[in-house]
């Protein structure tokens, strides 16, 4: 299973950037998707999750209403969508993928397949 990431990049407060995670090696349109991210010093954490047909989306209380992921099952690709970002969203961002159906969506340690990291950089 592989996921690579891209996307990252600098911008500034109230910017927006779009990450994309391409996956290969896995049946993808039977994985949940995630989004987690690492700031210096800090534990990564949730970000965004879709389910498998993508009729489900949950965002972490920091970025709802700001980030959008979205998966095209077709092209095996997961989406973020990050609008109006701030400096405290600067973090390295991962995507994950889970076989997981509904609980532990949010914990990290319930996927089992990461991709490299993409570094975002938010200036003010």
């Known amino acids: 299973v592989q996921l690579q990431a891209s996307g990252g990049g600098s911008v500034q407060a109230g910017g927006s950037l779009k990450l994309s995670c391409a996956a290969s090696?896995?049946?993808?349109?039977?994985?949940?998707m995630g989004w987690f991210r690492q700031a210096p010093g800090k534990e990564r954490e949730f970000v965004a999750h879709?389910?498998?047909?993508?009729?489900?989306?949950g965002y972490s209380d920091s970025v709802k209403g700001r980030f959008t992921i979205s998966r095209d099952n077709a092209k095996n690709i997961v989406y973020l969508r990050m609008n109006n970002l701030g400096p405290e969203d600067t973090a390295v961002y991962y995507c994950?993928?889970?076989?997981?159906?509904?609980?532990?969506?949010?914990?990290?340690?319930?996927?089992?397949?990461w991709g490299q990291g993409t570094l975002v950089t938010v200036s003010s």
């Open positions: 994950a993928a889970s076989r997981i159906i509904h609980s532990g969506v949010r914990d990290p340690s319930n996927f089992p397949y």
């Open positions: 879709i389910s498998q047909n993508g009729g489900t989306t």
């Open positions: 090696g896995l049946t993808f349109s039977g994985y949940r």
